[in-house]
């Protein structure tokens, strides 16, 4: 009896690591197997779109010459922007990514997928992932579920949740502890930290927006900017025109 009770724990601990350890490569791989872990270099091109959950994971370098990347922008939005619709809340520590790579990822036009990446990824034109630990650079678009780090794009990046920095024309997610420097505008429904850009939309801000356009329901700090309006002010606000819910006035308003 004790014997059939040892194998069972050993058989679901084999297969509960069998995601990501089931074949291990060294040096070399492609990220095109399965159930494989590559400790080196893992090339590619175009991920397997017909296989839900590849399971590979990368302790290195990913190289992938052709990604989805190219056809994003042409696309009809990401699952970020439905998420967001929805508000929905994601328990990332159950989370079963298709792929994860622990080191730098680079794609000439851009990876998508179930990914978690540690470390920096970089995509030519679009990148979708999961999770971004580290830098998450694009030359046109960044989408990550949940962003701890940088996120860089020429044109947008957008995340339900952000710990750390967006730099973009466009910044975009749910929630945001940190900065957003938005060239044209920087949209969250709740801010803990700063928003810089032209316009800066927040349904909730505990920080500071320094902008054009400043605009939140609810604010507790600072709006500076040429026209700033806030519903429900805790703090003050310096412009040529503040509005808040006790009065209007130009140069400086407050309420406490």
């Known amino acids: 009896m004790k014997n059939i009770v040892f194998a069972i724990v050993v058989l679901v601990g084999f297969i509960s690591n069998a995601q990501f350890s089931y074949t291990k490569r060294y040096l070399l791989g492609t990220f095109h197997e399965h159930d494989v872990t590559i400790n080196g ?18 302790n290195g370098f990913r190289f992938e010459a052709l990604g989805l990347g190219f056809f994003a922008p042409i696309g009809n939005g990401s699952r970020i922007t439905g998420a967001k619709m929805f508000d929905i809340k994601t328990n990332y520590s159950n989370y079963e990514f298709g792929e994860i790579v622990n080191g730098i990822n ?39 579920e949940k962003s701890n780090g940088l996120q860089v794009a020429m044109l947008l990046n957008e995340t339900l949740y952000s710990n750390g920095l967006q730099i973009a024309l466009n910044n975009t997610s749910l929630y945001t502890n940190g900065i957003q420097v938005g060239g044209i505008g920087n949209d969250t429904k709740s801010m803990n930290g700063i928003q810089i850009g032209a316009q800066n939309i927040s349904e909730k801000t505990y920080g500071i927006q320094v902008g054009g356009i400043n605009q939140s329901s609810e604010i507790i700090g600072l709006q500076l900017g040429i026209f700033n309006n806030g519903r429900k002010t805790k703090g003050f606000q310096i412009g040529l025109w503040n509005e808040n819910e006790k009065r209007k006035l130009p140069f400086i308003n407050w309420n406490f």
């Open 41 to 58: 270099i893992a090339l590619g091109a175009f991920p397997d779109i017909d296989v839900d959950k590849p399971y590979v994971k990368t």
């Open 106 to 144: 680079l794609s000439t036009t851009g990876t998508i997928g179930d990914i978690c990446f540690n470390g920096i990824t970089i995509g030519g034109i679009a990148q979708f992932g999961v999770i971004n630990n580290g830098i998450a650079i694009a030359g046109v678009w960044n989408s990550m």
